[in-house]
C-alpha cells in the first residue's frame, strides 16, 4: 500500500532556531495536512493545503507556522522560531479527494531544547 | 461537528470480537462517522466510516444504530496487534477537511 513518509523521524533543536518538517505525500493525492500531537495528548489539526493554499488552519498555526509545497512532491511545514511548547509529534497526511479517509504519515518527533 | 463520547479502556481476549461502543447523541443527519486507530505513537490510520447504513471492511464492522445516537466498532477476531488507542469522530463532509480526535479507547488485546 502506498505511504505518506516524513523525515526526519527525530529533530531536535534550540528554541528560536528554524525548523522544516518534510513530507512526501502518496503521489496522486491532492490533499495535504498537518497534525500534531504533544505527548501524552490528543492528535491536533494544524492546518490543510489543497491547490497550492492554505485551505483551513487551525488556532494553533499562528504566524511563526508556514507550508509549502516546493515541487511535486513535498510538503513542508517550517516553524519560524521555534518554542520549548511547540515539542510534539507532527503527522503529515494526505487524501485524493477532499472528505475521503486520510494516509498519515508516522511522524516526525520535534524536541525544542 | 458532533461530541463523541467513549470509554477509555476496553481489554479483549486474542481471538474475540472486541467491541468499542461510541456514543453520539447530537448527531446531525449530514455528519459521518469515522473510526481512526492509533497504534503506540505511530501516525493515525483509518479504519471505517459510515453514515447510516452499517459498513464492513477487511478491517472491521461498523454498525450504527437506527438513530444514529451511538455505533459500534467491531474487530472480529482481535489479534495483539490490535493494541491501540481507537478514535470515533463525527464530522460533516463537503464542509470541512478537519478531523477533530478526541481522547479514545485504548484497547488492549491480551493472550
Known amino acids: 500500500e502506498p505511504e505518506v513518509t516524513q523525515t526526519p523521524s527525530h529533530q531536535v533543536t534550540q528554541m528560536g532556531q528554524e525548523v522544516i518538517l518534510r513530507c512526501v505525500p502518496i503521489?496522486?493525492?491532492?490533499?495535504f495536512y498537518w497534525y500534531r500531537q504533544i505527548l501524552g495528548q490528543k492528535v491536533e489539526f494544524l492546518v490543510s493545503f489543497y491547490n497550492n493554499e492554505i485551505s483551513e488552519k487551525s488556532e494553533i498555526f499562528d504566524d511563526q507556522f508556514s507550508v509549502e509545497r516546493p515541487d511535486g512532491s513535498n510538503f513542508t511545514l517550517k516553524i519560524r522560531s521555534t518554542k520549548l511548547e511547540d515539542s510534539a509529534m507532527y503527522f503529515c497526511a494526505s487524501n485524493l479527494r477532499a472528505n475521503e479517509k486520510l494516509f498519515f504519515g508516522s511522524g516526525t518527533q520535534l524536541s525544542v531544547l | 461537528d458532533a461530541k463523541t463520547t467513549q470509554p477509555p479502556s476496553m481489554d479483549c481476549a486474542e481471538g474475540r470480537a472486541a467491541n468499542l461502543p461510541c456514543n453520539h447523541s447530537?448527531?446531525?443527519?449530514?455528519?459521518?462517522v469515522y473510526w481512526y486507530r492509533q497504534i503506540h505513537s505511530q501516525g493515525p490510520q483509518y479504519i471505517i466510516h459510515?453514515?447510516?447504513n452499517n459498513e464492513t471492511n477487511e478491517m472491521a464492522s461498523l454498525i450504527i444504530t437506527e438513530d444514529r445516537k451511538s455505533s459500534t466498532l467491531i474487530l472480529p477476531h482481535a489479534t495483539l496487534r490490535d493494541t491501540a488507542v481507537y478514535y470515533c469522530?463525527?464530522?460533516?463532509?463537503?464542509?470541512?477537511?478537519?478531523?477533530?480526535f478526541g481522547t479514545g479507547t485504548r484497547l488492549q488485546v491480551f493472550p
Open positions: 469522530i463525527v464530522r460533516v463532509a463537503y464542509n470541512t477537511d478537519k478531523l477533530i
Open positions: 459510515g453514515l447510516k
Open positions: 447530537t448527531i446531525s443527519g449530514n455528519e459521518y
Open positions: 503521489s496522486n493525492h491532492l490533499y
